[in-house]
């Protein structure tokens, strides 16, 4: 069973900066495609980044502010967040990627069959 731990969320000013991490465990968890998504109040949960090997895909709202990575050696997949806007407040969830998609794929949920519990950004003077 694979489990999915976010951390690194809080407040942060627009054109500051935070880096999330999302710790994996379980048998082969550093071979998974993994995603960051993010839901704001009112708002239906939006695709952020994903990474396969290391190929990477963003959204159009943070491509050139958000970075995803890796670190197999921990078991942990990163989110470093840019010069950040309040647009960008919203609890942020990551996820792993069911099977070996496409990387085209990884732009919906329906990829993805595990979830963390999320954390809390928001971005804020």
């Known amino acids: 069973q694979v489990q999915l731990a976010e951390s690194g969320g809080g407040l942060v000013q627009p054109g500051g900066s935070l880096k999330l991490s999302c710790a994996v465990s379980?048998?082969?968890?550093?071979?998974?495609?993994m995603g960051w998504f993010r839901q704001a109040p009112g708002k239906e949960r939006e695709f952020v980044a994903a990474i396969r090997s290391r190929d990477t895909t963003y959204a159009a709202s943070v491509r050139g502010r958000f970075t995803i990575s890796r670190d197999n050696a921990e078991n942990t997949v990163f989110l470093q967040m840019n010069n950040m806007k309040p647009e960008d407040t919203a609890v942020y969830y990551c996820?792993?990627?069911?099977?070996?998609?496409?990387?085209?794929?990884?732009?919906?949920?329906?990829?993805?069959?595990?979830w963390g519990r999320g954390t809390q950004v928001t971005v804020s003077s």
């Open positions: 379980g048998r082969d968890s550093t071979t998974y495609a």
């Open positions: 996820a792993k990627a069911r099977g070996r998609p496409i990387i085209s794929s990884l732009w919906g949920a329906e990829a993805y069959d595990n």
